[in-house]
């Protein structure tokens, strides 16, 4: 390792990049530096690395720079799988033909989809916080709230029949 530079370590496409980052450092104050990339190993796996350093002035006055290097491949590998799981998430909820949505404890609305939303005679920023309440039929509101609590309280599984009103009086059964 010693014998090699971090040119050829890098993995290619991370080269330039870090290149270019090294040059503006070089020309620029000594500061703290911290990015992210690739490195290929002798037995030519490709392992992602977070590093961070400073830099310094040597005693003849050159500037040099101490860093840390940590293998965060792992956590890069998870990250992906909840980017994938996420965006199929995402697909799937707005293209099923059901209302989805996510709510906290505090029956904040965090998510809804297009159907629910369809449903409810919202739009997506109106369905949001406490704002679904206004997709819910006037007769219904108190129903809905005492159950939502029950269920908060008893950590149990939401089930109840109940109506979404629009604004133009459109009734749905959900």
Known sequence: L???SVADITYPEDWAMERRMLEEWNAAALMPFAFEKRYVRKDGEIRWVKVEGDGFLSRSGGRQAIANVVDITDRRRVEEALRESESL???LAVLAPVGIYLADPD???RYANPRWCEMAGLSPEEGLGMGWV???HPEDRT???LAWQQMV???GHWGLEYRFQTR???T???
């Open 168 to 170: 133009e009086g459109k």
């Open 153 to 155: 309280l008893s950590e």
């Open 89 to 91: 998430f995402r697909t």
């Open 143 to 145: 129903s809905v709230f």
């Open 172 to 174: 749905t059964w959900v």
């Open 2 to 4: 010693l014998s090699k």
């Open 107 to 109: 029956g904040q609305c």
């Open 134 to 136: 206004n997709g819910l």
